[in-house]
């Protein structure tokens, strides 16, 4: 178990993780059998995923370069959750 000074600040994110995440919500949206009353939230649902994916995929240089030494230990890179 570790420690809390060896775990991660709570307002960052694993980048790769989240990204995992949104691929693995997609998916589970795509099983949604379509039909008429189903089309359109499916539609809305998968529209938003794939626009978070490309937020991420953008920002994720900004997130690699203002947590440089956290990348480095992790092996991916981290994303700020400001609220």
Known sequence: MLSPDKMPDPWLFD???????LARVRELI?????HLDTFGP????????????????????ASQRGSAQ?????????????Y
Do not use: Y
Not at 30 to 34: E, K, Y
């Open 70 to 82: 956290l990348s480095a230990a992790a092996g991916g890179f981290w994303i700020e959750i400001a």
């Open 42 to 61: 499916t539609n809305t649902a998968l529209s938003a995923v794939s626009e978070l994916e490309d937020r991420l995929r953008l920002s994720s240089g």
């Open 30 to 34: 795509l099983r949604i059998p379509l």
């Open 15 to 21: 980048g790769h993780f989240l990204l995992a995440e």
